[in-house]
């Protein structure tokens, strides 16, 4: 299953995510290194894929032709955590 790293909307897209592709969610690029299965904090460029070029900002669109979007069974934990925090505030303050 394939959420989306920023807000953890799960993603119905099968098939290349194109590196203009947005989540209809939130509107964070999916084409990006926190979406990718190769992405690793502790790796060297923060990476798996030993040819995979540097890319500063990993939260945005890029070129990589090793992108390959991460399967995960459920919302990452952190994008999970913001969903919840926003749904509150919602409830709490009502729509805006």
Avoid at 37 to 51: G, T
Avoid at 52 to 79: H, I, M, Y
Wanted: net charge negative; glycine share 6%.
């Amino acid at each position: 299953m394939k959420f989306c790293n920023s807000c953890g909307a799960k993603l119905e897209h099968d098939g290349k995510v194109g590196r203009e592709k947005i989540c209809s969610n939130c509107g964070a690029y999916l084409h990006s290194c926190l979406n990718c299965e190769f992405y690793d904090e502790f790796a060297h460029n923060r990476c798996r894929e030993p040819d995979a070029e540097w890319v500063s900002d990993k939260e945005t669109g890029n070129f990589c032709e090793f992108f390959r979007f991460r399967e995960l069974a459920q919302p990452p934990e952190e994008a999970d955590r913001k969903r919840r925090a926003k749904e509150d505030l919602k409830r709490l303050f009502g729509e805006d």
